[in-house]
């Protein structure tokens, strides 16, 4: 992956801002005639790639199924013998959970901390029982992915 420096960073920004709101089978030619420099267009080409419009043709998710189930199934354990006060989780696999940010239709999002194999504060978002279609993961891992492609705090 090319290191972009902050001025590509934000044109590429820029330039998948306005390219989301073409027509995807006109965004090639749109992205012909920008006149972007090889490595902004590569970026932006990057996150299109991820976008939620691409997750169409994800088949699979990324995590495997075995994971997603046991992660269920600990969890509707966790709820049905848990007080309301205990059902925030205290970690979520290597994540620490320090709080909850929000939550929304899709699911509850905590501020976490990461030990390995780097120390770093990331969001985790879980998703709530029955949301786990194939159509809803998919979106989700898109997300996950066009997210974690970001340069942002």
Same mark, same amino acid.
């Given at each position: 992956?090319?290191?972009?420096?902050?001025?590509?960073?934000?044109?590429?920004?820029? +330039?998948?801002?306005?390219? +989301?709101?073409? &027509?995807?089978?006109?965004?090639?030619?749109?992205? &012909?005639?920008?006149?972007?420099?090889?490595?902004?267009?590569?970026?932006?080409?990057?996150?299109?790639?991820? !976008?939620? &419009?691409?997750?169409?043709?994800? &088949?699979?998710?990324?995590?495997?199924?075995e994971a997603l189930l046991q992660a269920v199934d600990e969890l509707v354990? !966790?709820?049905?013998?848990?007080?309301?006060?205990?059902?925030?989780?205290?970690?979520i696999g290597p994540y620490h959970i320090v709080g909850r940010i929000g939550?929304?239709? *899709?699911?509850?999002?905590?501020?976490?901390?990461?030990?390995?194999? +780097?120390?770093?504060r990331v969001a985790v978002k879980l998703i709530k029982l029955g949301m786990?279609?194939?159509?809803?993961?998919?979106?989700?891992?898109?997300?996950?992915?066009? +997210?974690?492609? *970001?340069? !942002?705090?």
């Amino acid at each position: 992956m090319i290191e972009l420096t902050p001025e590509q960073q934000y044109r590429a920004e820029a +330039l998948f801002e306005q390219v +989301l709101d073409i &027509d995807p089978e006109s965004r090639r030619s749109y992205l &012909d005639s920008s006149g972007s420099e090889p490595a902004v267009r590569a970026e932006v080409e990057s996150l299109l790639s991820f !976008h939620p &419009d691409a997750c169409r043709r994800l &088949d699979t998710p990324v995590v495997p199924p075995e994971a997603l189930l046991q992660a269920v199934d600990e969890l509707v354990f !966790h709820e049905a013998t848990a007080r309301p006060e205990e059902l925030d989780p205290k970690s979520i696999g290597p994540y620490h959970i320090v709080g909850r940010i929000g939550e929304g239709g *899709m699911g509850t999002v905590y501020l976490a901390e990461q030990e390995k194999p +780097l120390r770093r504060r990331v969001a985790v978002k879980l998703i709530k029982l029955g949301m786990d279609t194939r159509t809803v993961l998919a979106r989700f891992d898109a997300e996950r992915q066009a +997210l974690a492609l *970001m340069n !942002h705090p």
